[in-house]
């Protein structure tokens, strides 16, 4: 089973305009390893749109536990390519995380970058095993992912990924998207869960909430 690691450190405040209500907007590049099998850019956008219905849920049957938050990822730009063909997709080490977050960083007008690598074998000192995504350290403002599949629920990996951007942190829910599990599990979920805080942090933008202790899987009974 694919793991997903929560990671996050201090970043960057995105200053919000206009009122309380209104939608956050954030921009989003993808870029892939040579080696990796291109994802073409409906299927990119089609995780993005995903991920942002899923966070507005298009319901007035909102509590403080399980709001709809009206935030929207739109892609900029074709999908990109870093590397060669000759160098490893994976990410063994520090270093090679490091530069993978680095790659677009020059891209203007974007508020986030998504790469995706063939396999994440290291993400921060101390954890092993196998990864879905990367979000540590955040002052990259970048997510590192493995490729989509038809049969993983790629836009909550993302979505759940870029959460940790903010500052969020896990908690142990089944139907919550920063679950502190394996987001795989939220796919059978009819509607994934967003409390009021995190709908603030997700619409606040990067680094917009103070962050909270690691906390590792702990499977839960109940979406609290």
């Known amino acids: 089973m694919r793991m997903i690691i929560a990671i ?8 919000l305009t206009g009122d309380a209500g209104a939608r956050s907007t954030y921009s989003v590049s993808v870029s892939r390893h040579a080696n990796v099998p291109e994802p073409n850019e409906e299927q990119v956008r089609k ?19 399980d709001v709809a938050c009206d935030v929207i990822f739109i892609l900029n730009g074709p999908v990109r390519t870093f ?13 090679h995380r ?15 970058h998504v790469k ?16 879905n ?6 002052e990259f403002h970048s997510i590192i992912v493995v490729p989509p599949s038809e049969d993983f629920p790629d836009h909550l990996l993302w979505a759940h990924e870029f959460g940790h951007l903010t500052g969020l942190g896990h908690r142990h829910s089944k139907c919550a998207l920063m679950t502190s599990c394996d987001v795989a599990g939220l796919a059978s979920t009819t509607r994934v869960r967003v ?9 606040g933008g990067l680094g917009h909430c103070p962050l909270p202790a690691a906390v590792s899987c702990q499977p839960a009974a109940s979406c609290e």
Do not use: W, Y
């Open 8 to 15: 996050f450190f201090s970043g960057a405040l995105l200053i």
């Open 47 to 65: 995780i993005l749109e995903r991920a942002s219905k899923m966070l507005q849920k298009n319901s007035v049957d909102n509590s403080d536990a």
């Open 83 to 95: 590397g060669t063909v000759g160098t490893s997709p994976n990410i063994v080490d520090e270093q």
């Open 98 to 112: 490091d530069a993978v977050h680095k790659v677009n960083s020059d891209v203007t007008g974007v508020d986030f």
């Open 116 to 131: 995706i690598v063939e396999e994440i074998k290291f993400c921060r000192p101390g954890l092993n095993g196998l990864f």
């Open 133 to 138: 995504g990367c979000a540590f350290p955040i």
């Open 195 to 203: 409390n009021k805080q995190e709908c603030g942090c997700l619409r």
